[in-house]
């Protein structure tokens, strides 16, 4: 990953200046409760825009894989923001010096905020309004008003080096014409709209945040047709995976709609907030952890849209519908099964929710142990949480939630899971180290 330098820095305005509504929306993102001299903790800034930034993401209904790489630039932001202050790390991309003086805090929220609504325009008045809150409350006492300015000019630029960076990072370059195959096992479209082509083609080449290219951990084949394992797995989601099961149980339903009612970066994003508040990280520390996270998970949706592209497989309604075509005896068509959820517009091999989940859980469980409890929820489905015992549980059961809504063979996500844990361990391996 090229580094960049800055040759001059943009000057900001004053935060008294910024013309902003006085209404504060402090249900979306309340403090935490504060210590004692009533200053709250350095991380708690860095957690509340990442709450910014999923609320914008959830406001805006932003599919999976943008919602992912929306994720990486702004926690690659607030990093690079926070450590060229700090400078604890290796820094991810900006490497020129910071302003001396500046608040680290302002920067980061700063950052956020600049990469949010250069993102996300229609959602800034918004924003501003999060933005002078938290300033206001980073100046409140004695605080030295030049540090916040100065910190809020260096998070801005920093965002801007990032968003530069990933400009022309391949997500608005359209994907060569889509070539449909007739190839037995080859992806068609499926109902309900029949897309001509697959959805989010441009991810299987699009630039990787860390990883050498999008192909560097491109799997082995899925299972042969004609196979034991691919007619144990076509059993399996025929048979729990249909929208009539009689074998699927009400916990096993929820969970195959929790799993899809939201991205995975706005489920596991709020994991790792909790464990920063209950493990006292501090400022640094925590930007590191969401930019590690979030990265990991862009690079797992990378190297699986293009395993997915590289073997175009079709969907488990297709393969049921079709199976008396497929060569194998132990296999039976159901011209008339259905999914019990929608399949997604794109071909199955490797799933993709399954192996950005295990991206961010690696993460997450090298960071605090795969034996850490924590609870899951999703805007998608509210007041439906899930308590798990261990980070790879948590992989587990995304898995089943994919066999279990119709739309994933089982192997397609054990597969996935092993790309995201590749994926996770070069990034720890090459990202964000200790400065010697």
Do not use: C
Not at 229 to 237: G, I, N, P
Not at 270 to 284: E, F
């Amino acid at each position: 990953m090229g580094r960049h330098v800055f040759a001059t820095q943009r000057r900001i305005r004053p935060v008294a200046a910024l013309a902003l509504p006085a209404l504060l929306l402090t249900a979306v993102l309340a403090p935490a409760p504060a210590a004692a001299d009533h200053t709250p903790p350095p991380a708690q800034v860095v957690v509340e825009w990442n709450h910014a930034l999923l609320d914008t993401l959830t406001v805006a209904n932003t599919p999976p894989p943008p919602a992912v790489r929306a994720g990486a630039i702004v926690a690659t932001a607030v990093f690079d923001a926070v450590n060229g202050l700090t400078r604890r790390y290796v820094p991810y991309y900006v490497t020129s010096p910071a302003p001396r003086g500046a608040s680290a805090q302002a920067a980061a929220a700063a950052a956020a905020h600049e990469a949010l609504v250069s993102l996300f325009p229609s959602q800034r008045a918004r924003l501003d309004i999060l933005l002078a809150d938290t300033l206001a409350r980073l100046g409140e006492g004695d605080r030295d008003s030049r540090a916040i300015d100065r910190g809020v000019g260096w998070g801005a630029l920093v965002a801007d080096a990032i968003l530069a960076l990933r400009a022309n990072d391949g997500f608005t370059t359209p994907p060569p014409a889509y070539v449909p195959s007739s190839t037995l096992g080859r992806w068609q479209p499926t109902p309900p709209a029949f897309p001509p082509a697959p959805a989010f083609r441009e991810f299987a080449s699009m630039t990787p945040w860390a990883l050498t290219s999008p192909a560097q951990f491109l799997p082995a084949p899925p299972p042969a047709l004609t196979g034991a394992r691919y007619a144990r797995d076509f059993d399996e989601v025929k048979a729990l995976g249909s929208a009539t099961s009689s074998s699927r149980s009400a916990f096993d339903t929820q969970t195959a709609q929790f799993w899809q009612s939201a991205p995975p970066v706005v489920i596991w994003d709020p994991v790792a907030d909790a464990l920063i508040a209950r493990h006292h990280l501090g400022l640094t520390d925590a930007a590191r952890l969401l930019a590690q996270e979030n990265m990991a998970m862009a690079d797992a949706v990378i190297a699986a849209w293009n395993a997915k592209n590289y073997y175009d497989t079709w969907r488990p309604i297709t393969a049921i519908h079709d199976a008396a075509l497929d060569g194998n005896p132990a296999t039976d068509a159901d011209p008339a099964w259905q999914p019990l959820l929608v399949t997604p517009a794109f071909q199955e091999y490797p799933a993709g929710h399954p192996g950005v989940s295990q991206a961010a859980a690696a993460i997450l469980a090298d960071r605090f142990g795969n034996r850490t409890r924590y609870t899951l929820s999703s805007p998608g489905m509210p007041g439906v949480t899930r308590t798990l015992p261990s980070f790879s549980a948590g992989v587990a059961q995304v898995i089943d939630a994919r066999v279990l809504g119709g739309i994933h063979f089982r192997f397609a996500g054990d597969v996935a899971a092993a790309m995201g844990r590749q994926a996770a361990a070069y990034i720890e391996a090459t990202q964000m180290q200790l400065r010697r």
